[in-house]
């Protein structure tokens, strides 16, 4: 079972970044949607951004609380994906994910995390006030 790998995350402190990774050695990455997601203690996951595949134009998303602090790209070349986290706040606070959608453009409010085949083990992250 071909699984991703997620790294990067830490303790930061409010207002800090991080920038987390998302790799395999399994399989290209090239035509795979990938999001991001995170669960913080006692709360549902939730989808954070994605980054569509080859096909996708480009596309990517975000969930409306990291708008305009979190950026995500992909270097094919290296067969990862980033998720550049700024302005870091508490609420951040989570265990991130990363997954793989075996589709060319993502959205965050239709797919659902059944259509992701690939997931990675998590990282953690946290936001010191």
């Known amino acids: 079972q071909w699984q991703l790998v997620e790294s990067g995350g830490g303790l930061v402190q409010s207002g800090g970044s991080l920038r987390l990774s998302c790799t395999t050695t399994g399989f290209s990455l090239d035509y795979y949607a990938i999001g991001w997601f995170r669960q913080a203690p006692g709360k549902e996951l939730e989808g954070v951004s994605c980054i569509s595949g080859e096909g996708g134009g480009g596309w990517t998303d975000f969930e409306d609380s990291v708008k305009g602090r979190f950026t995500v790209s992909r270097d094919n070349a290296e067969n990862t994906v980033y998720l550049q986290m700024n302005s870091l706040k508490p609420e951040d606070t989570a265990v991130y994910y990363c997954?793989?959608?075996?589709?060319?453009?993502?959205?965050?409010?239709?797919?659902?995390?059944?259509?992701?085949?690939?997931w990675g083990q998590g990282t953690q992250v946290t936001v010191s006030s």
């Open positions: 997954a793989a959608e075996p589709r060319a453009k993502c959205n965050l409010q239709r797919d659902t995390t059944d259509e992701y085949d690939y």
